[in-house]
């Protein structure tokens, strides 16, 4: 069944029992990873322990297929059913992959609990299966309005006993991200903020909460550069103000790309990519170590050289000429696109 992710723990909660298989997908990744963690807590299962819990990312079970099916075949002799995780969020889901994961899930037995989660996925038969079934719980994860944004900051006012005018909440509520776990860590910083600090002002609360420009820049480039292509073209054109953005953005992808062939000369040295990140100064933030590992298997040094000569060329004519700025970018993030995507299923 589909149901709305504000609904989606107390109906597990309700339903647990019934319950195999878990769905988390959408754009709002912050919203994933938070349904994601507060799944796993209600559960109740140790995450730690191998006999009860097992992990798959994608790019395991895209070279190893079977490992799914083995893990839902597997008996469990210490708890009531096997949790399996398996991280879609950078592959490509492709008509192979879906029908090797319907075929597992369609296995008789009940033994297990599976705990999907993905990126983007258009509508399908695929997807209408786990709307379709019983014992699925499909969540859609999509972009947090910009009106629950308001009630959120709105109610922290008012929890401090706080009266401001509603265009400067207004006014504050654009400062926030459409990723639900951003907003939320903004959310506890200006509370933290709000409980600590007497006589508050409008100027006190603009300066501590950070823009999100870069964060909507980023995902343009973390979408674009996995082969994303609606996604990447979606997020640019809501963001997108003047020159300044496009500007902002292709130094963005210089600096994606100078990363990623950082890391591939580093790891023609000492054969360990994991190593090579792990030590790479200054440092990958956690939550990027996978899509980092992706890309340098996605991206090759001789593309890389072919990317950032493009990303040169598309400066120098995007500063020559304001009008046609925005196409020009508009093809340059659908080409690398394509040609992501391309990569990921070949």
């Known amino acids: 069944m589909k149901i709305s992710p504000d609904i989606y723990l107390n109906n597990l909660r309700a339903n647990f029992e019934n319950i195999n298989i878990i769905f988390l997908y959408g754009t709002n990744i912050g919203l994933i990873e938070l349904l994601y963690k507060k799944t796993s807590k209600l559960i109740g299962i140790d995450d730690s322990d191998p006999f009860c819990v097992s992990r798959i990312d994608g790019e395991e079970f895209k070279n190893n297929p079977s490992v799914l ?61 786990f709307q379709n079934t019983n014992n699925s719980i499909l969540v859609p994860c999509y972009e947090e309005k910009s009106e629950a944004i308001y009630s959120r900051i709105y109610h922290l006012f008012s929890k401090h006993k706080l009266n401001f005018k509603n265009n400067f909440i207004k006014d504050l509520t654009i400062k926030f991200n459409s990723d639900t776990l951003t907003n939320k860590m903004e959310i506890e910083k200006l509370d933290v903020f709000l409980t600590n600090n007497k006589d508050v002002t409008e100027e006190m609360i603009l300066k501590l909460i950070s823009r999100n420009e870069d964060i909507n820049l980023n995902k343009v480039v973390e979408y674009c550069t996995n082969g994303n292509i609606s996604e990447a073209l979606m997020y640019f054109e809501n963001i997108y103000e003047n020159q300044g953005t496009s500007i902002s953005l292709i130094r963005m992808f210089v600096n994606h790309f100078k990363l990623i062939e ?73 080409s690398t696109s394509l040609l992501a995507r391309t990569r990921i299923n070949s």
């Not at 790891?267 to 990519?273: A, P």
């Not at 890309?295 to 990303?311: F, G, Y």
């Open 262 to 334: 950082k890391i591939l000369l580093l790891f023609e040295t000492k054969k360990n990519l994991n190593i090579v990140i792990e030590n790479i100064r200054p440092p990958i933030f956690f939550r990027k170590k996978e899509f980092v590992i992706f890309q340098c298997k996605v991206w090759n040094l001789k593309l890389i050289k072919i990317m950032l000569d493009r990303l040169i060329e598309l400066e120098l004519k995007c500063k020559l000429n304001n009008i046609t700025e925005k196409t020009l970018l508009s093809q340059f993030i659908l």
């Open 69 to 129: 099916l083995d893990n839902i075949n597997t008996i469990n002799m210490f708890s009531q059913r096997r949790l399996i995780y398996l991280d879609l969020m950078h592959v490509s889901l492709t008509k192979n992959i879906e029908n090797i994961i319907l075929q597992a899930v369609r296995n008789n037995n009940n033994n297990y609990l599976l705990l999907i989660k993905a990126g983007v996925l258009k509508q399908s038969t695929f997807l209408k299966f």
